[in-house]
């Protein structure tokens, strides 16, 4: 059961194995399909970042540093200086128009230049002219300062705002390039888990036949235990019997033999030896209790053996001619038929 279970596990692994691959491989292709589409959009924000790299460092890095200079130029102390030395001139020139547009008018109304209003007059405007030139001054430094405060402001919002362009597009090249390797990598991931799928299955079914394999060595370890007891358990004699005389009893068929006769006297020669109930001495043999004959007395009835063990062969032929000799004598009973000249029992001959 371990076995099939293993083997019906594999083969339900290789259908949805196959059920499995025929999934990804619609998968792998749609994920080509949208890998293709984001690797084109990676390389378009790619391309436009390169593009507004390009014309930043071209058109608007010039004129930022153009503005930057300009802004620095009327930032300056020298140019502010100037500024207002230009404020100057320009109302003193103004004053001085209309100082002698205002003599002209007093002279022809006949105020004399000698008399103490024309004096009032004109003190009072040149601490007019002297008051409009100071501001003007101050004015055209205000007016410099703001406008280069201006300038540089410009040129800054102007500058921060196309590098972070240029960086935004670079940006979602390189994330669309993130999200096509991730797309990509997604149908790899599925062939991972189908192969680690048949993984499984193989691993479950190699289980199943080595539970098969230890379930069958147990009881094969079972069997030769079992063996093991009964051979310990057999007679010394029929030990004997395998390891002296088995050679003996395989060989004996006719066409092995010679110098056949029929064997005589058996059944005297089985009356002659005694059978009885023994035990082997510590030490020999198995060491149990049986019932047999001894070798000594097998041999003096028989010839056969060398007085310390009994040949098998010799043994079983002794048995069975001892068989036939009886059974011949009791089927005579049975029909009645003794001879009265039949000779009797004289003169034994020893078995052959």
């Known amino acids: 059961m371990q076995a099939q279970l ?15 691959n025929a999934r990804t491989d619609k998968l792998d292709e749609l994920s080509q399909q949208v890998t293709q589409q ?14 507004d790299r390009a014309r930043y460092k071209s058109v608007f890095q010039p004129l930022q540093d153009e503005m930057v200079a300009e802004a620095q130029k009327y930032g300056s102390e020298e140019y ?5 030395t ?35 007059v004109e003190r009072s405007a040149d601490v007019t002219v002297a008051l409009g030139a100071a501001g003007a001054e101050n004015n055209a430094r205000e007016l410099a300062r703001n406008k280069a405060l201006a300038l540089k402001g410009d040129a800054i919002n102007l500058g921060n705002g196309l590098p972070s362009s240029a960086a935004g597009s670079l940006g979602l090249g390189v994330s669309a390039g993130s999200t096509a390797v991730g797309t990509a990598a997604s149908p790899l991931a599925s062939y991972a888990q189908n192969n680690a799928m048949m993984q499984g299955g193989y691993s479950t079914a190699m289980a199943g036949y080595q539970g098969q394999a230890s379930t069958l060595n147990s009881l094969y370890q079972n069997q030769l235990a079992g063996y093991q007891m009964q051979q310990q358990a057999g007679s010394s004699f029929f030990n004997a019997l395998g390891g002296v005389a088995g050679a003996a009893i395989m060989a004996s ?21 005694p059978v009885e109930t023994w035990r082997y001495k510590p030490g020999i043999a198995d060491g149990g209790e049986h019932i047999g004959p001894y070798a000594e007395d097998f041999k003096a009835a028989t010839g056969r053996g060398d007085g310390k063990s009994i040949p098998v062969v010799d043994a079983i032929g002794v048995t069975l001619g001892a068989v036939r000799e009886l059974d011949e004598k009791v089927s005579k009973l049975e029909k009645g038929i003794i001879r009265k000249d039949e000779p009797k029992d004289k003169g034994r001959r020893k078995a052959a």
């Open 6 to 20: 293993g083997e019906e596990f594999l083969a339900f692994t290789k259908e949805q194995y196959a059920v499995s």
């Open 38 to 51: 984001q690797l084109d959009a990676s390389k378009t924000a790619q391309e436009w970042a390169a593009e």
């Open 80 to 84: 502010q200086s100037e500024a207002a």
């Open 86 to 120: 230009k404020a100057r001139a320009d109302v003193i020139n103004s004053a001085t128009r209309q100082a002698a547009q205002r003599q002209r008018s007093m002279a022809s109304m006949g105020v004399s230049p000698a008399s103490g209003r024309f004096a009032g």
């Open 253 to 273: 068929s006719k066409t092995y033999k010679t110098d056949k006769a029929p064997a005589k006297g058996v059944l005297d020669a089985v009356r002659q030896i």
